[in-house]
C-alpha cells in the first residue's frame, strides 16, 4: 500500500527532522527522569499533525496495520476539526481544546468511534515524539492498594486510580505524597492527556485523597491543592459594629419595604438578590482594606460609599486581576449606585461620578451591549450550519427512541429526562432553576382532542425571576403521554 502524503507548508521534510539527540524531558519533583525515546529512527518533535503523520510510516517497530490506524486517526481528526493536518499544531494543549468541542453526531460517526479515533491520536503522537513514553504498566503496589481500600466511596478509589499507579511507578507511597508530587503529576498529565482536562483531574485525585485521610483518621499531611480557588473576603463582623448595624439596616428595607412610603422598593427583594448585595459590599470593603484603608475607617455606609474609596478599592480590584476589569466588579458598582441614591441620598455630583464609572465599566465589560457576550456567540456559531438545527430539533425523539430501547438500563430514564428537558426548551425557553422545578401534577395540564395531545405549562410569576407568568403550549410530535 502506498501512502502519498502532500506538504502544503513550510515545514520541513521527515529527513530534516532526524536527529541523533535524545529528548530529556523537564523534571519536576516527585518524578523520574526520563527520556523521550522514539523507534528507528530518532526525531525531534513535530510542529505541526502532517510531520506526525510523515513521520509514522518511518517508524520501524510497528506493523503496517498500526501505521495505517495511526495515520487515519491524524486524518479523521483533522476532518472533524475542519483543518487541514498541516495546518494544526502538533501540540498536545492545543489539539485537547480543540478535541473536546467535537461530537460524533457532527461527524456522523459513533462515541465509540471517536473514542478510538483519540486513543489511536494519542498513540500517533507518541510514537513521532510529540509526547513522552507512557510509563509501563505497574499497578498499585501494597501501600496504595491499602490505602485504596479505605475509602468510603468507589469513586474515591476510581479517582486515584491513575495517581497510584503514577506514585507506584516512581516508588512513591501514601505517606510521602506532597503537593510537589501533585504537581508533577499534573505537568505528566499535561504533557500526555488528550481526551479531558488535567486540571480537573488533578483537583479530583487531591479531592479524593484528602477524604480518604479524614474519614480514616490517617497520619498523612493533607494536600492544599484540593483548596478551592475562589476568593475569600473578611466576614462584616471584623467591622465596626456600626457598619453591620447599617448595612442590616439598608438590607431590611429591601427586605420588608414600607407599603405606606414614598421611600423604598416596590416589593420586596428575594433571598437571593439579599444575599448578592450583601456579598458585593463584603467584596468592596475587603478591596478597601487591602488598598491601604483601615477597617475602623467604615463606621457606616456613608464611610464605604464614598468616592476616594471607590477609587482605592477598584483599583485594587483590577490590580488584582491583573489589569483586567473582573466580571464582577458592574454588579459591585450598581449596589453602591443603589446605596448613594437611594439609601444615603447622596447629591448629584458624587452620583454623575459614580454612575459615569458604572456607564465605563459596563462598556469594556460588554454589559451595555444588548448583544450575546462572546462565550454566547461562539457557543451558537455551530447552529449556522442547517443540518446543526435538525440535529437538535430531532434530538428529544432520538433520545426518547434510545431509551425505549434500553427501558432496564438506568441510562433509559437519564435519556428520557434529558429529552423532556430539550422538548421543553424548544417550546419554551425557562431559566434552568424554574426547568428543575416543574412538577407535572401542578404546573401540566394535559389537553387531549382525539388522538392529538396538547400539554400546557404554566408556571407563576411569583416563581419566575423577572416576575412574569410563563405560559406556554407543548404539541406534537415533542407532546406525549404514556
Known sequence: MAIIIKHKHNSPPPDALVSDKPQIDQQLPGTLPTTEIVSTPKCIKPKTLADVISLIP?????????????????????RLIGQPPYALPADVSTLRNLIVTLHPAQGRISQKRLANIRADLTAAL????????????CPPNLDWATFLGQAAKKHQAWFLSRFSRYCSHRNISPVDVTDDTVRGFR??????????????????????FNVIIKCGCLPIPLLTTASGTRFCTRPLEDYPPSLVADIESYLKRLRDPDLFSDDGPRRPLRSTSLRNIKAHIRQFLHAAVEAGHQKAHFKTLSNVVDLEVIECAFGHMVQRHNGQIPTGLGNIISTLMAIARYYLKL???VLRKIALAQ???GDQLGTNMRTMSCKSQ????????RENIVRLVNLPMNLISKASNARSRRSAALDAMTAAAIAILLCCPMRVKNLAGL?????????RKGKAVTINIHVPADKTKGRMAIDAAIE???????
Open 359 to 361: 456607564k465605563k465599566i
Open 476 to 482: 406534537g410530535p415533542y407532546a406525549t403521554v404514556v
Open 187 to 208: 505537568h505528566w498529565l499535561e504533557k500526555r492527556l488528550l481526551t479531558n482536562d488535567p486540571n480537573k483531574i488533578v483537583k479530583q485525585t487531591a479531592v479524593s
Open 378 to 385: 461562539t457557543r451558537m456559531d455551530q447552529f449556522a450550519q
Open 58 to 78: 518511518l517508524n520501524q517497530a510497528l506493523p503496517a496495520s498500526r501505521k495505517r490506524d495511526l495515520i487515519s486517526a491524524c486524518n479523521s481528526i483533522a
Open 439 to 447: 412538577r407535572f401534577s401542578e404546573d401540566f395540564t394535559v389537553v
Open 126 to 137: 507518541e510514537v513521532s515524539g510529540v509526547t513522552p513514553p507512557s510509563d509501563p504498566p
Open 347 to 349: 447629591d448629584a455630583t
